[in-house]
């Protein structure tokens, strides 16, 4: 079986400082672990993927993630948090080829202090 | 257009209503899918669609139908709803099935209140 853990329903940083967001997932399988972004009124967009190849995985827009098998997590951070990161955030584990096997975090919204 | 469109963005009906939910993928996948997101709550998906077949339907209720005439489009036809259907109804696609590798692509989703 598999879920994730999203352990924060809100973080709140101010801009310039670093942003963490934090996913625990439980997989049987080897998983293909996404992190999402979905800005007010807009769909959601991939912000990263990692899919085995290697364990720190850059994205979009400054975002990067770390696999740590270890501790069954796969951690959001950003150096230096912008205005424009203002967002919900979904953490997202799959490890089938197949939709229903697709299992998305409830979600991290990330507010930016001025 | 391009990328993943959905129409119309808001819509307001009755619980007697009859109402359509429309998606155009223009990235030329051939998978496409319909999930729920309702506050508070994980994404719940819907139904799937792969070449064109329905190949996933989860447990959904009857008064949701769906219908995929071809690969770049996808409908969610709406039929004596609940106000608890009342959620953000959005549409992905992607290129193969989603799970192990493949990413979804979604649209911004369409804002659905039922009175």
């Known amino acids: 079986a598999q879920s994730v853990t999203q352990l924060d329903s809100h973080v709140s940083v101010s801009e310039g400082t670093p942003v963490l967001l934090r996913c625990n997932y439980s997989?049987?399988?080897?998983?293909?672990l996404f992190w999402y972004v979905q800005h007010p009124n807009k769909g959601l967009q991939l912000l990263l993927k990692?899919?085995?190849?290697?364990?720190l995985v850059k994205g979009i827009n400054g975002f990067e993630a770390e696999f740590k098998k270890s501790e069954t997590s796969f951690h959001l951070t950003k150096p230096s948090a912008h205005m424009s990161d203002a967002a919900e955030y979904f953490c997202?584990?799959?490890?089938?080829?197949?939709?229903?096997?697709?299992?998305f975090g409830s979600g991290t919204r990330l507010s930016i202090r001025p | 257009e391009t990328g993943v469109t959905q129409t119309p963005r808001h819509l307001v009906m009755g619980m007697t209503n009859k109402k359509s939910l429309k998606c155009e993928q223009h990235?030329?996948?051939?998978?496409m899918y319909w999930y729920k997101q309702s506050a508070k709550k994980p994404l719940e998906l819907m139904f799937v669609?792969?070449?064109?077949?329905?190949?996933e339907n989860n447990s959904v209720p009857s008064r949701f139908s769906p219908e995929c005439p071809n690969s770049s489009h996808l409908f969610l036809h709406l039929h004596t709803l609940q106000p608890e259907d009342s959620a953000l109804y959005l549409c992905?696609?992607?290129?193969?099935?989603?799970?192990?590798?493949?990413?979804?692509?979604f649209g911004p989703g369409t804002r659905l209140t039922v009175l």
């Open positions: 990235l030329g996948h051939n998978a």
């Open positions: 997989s049987s399988y080897s998983p293909s």
């Open positions: 669609y792969s070449l064109e077949e329905r190949v």
């Open positions: 997202v584990v799959s490890g089938y080829s197949s939709a229903s096997k697709i299992i």
């Open positions: 992905a696609s992607s290129q193969g099935l989603a799970g192990g590798l493949n990413e979804q692509f």
């Open positions: 990692y899919t085995s190849a290697a364990t």
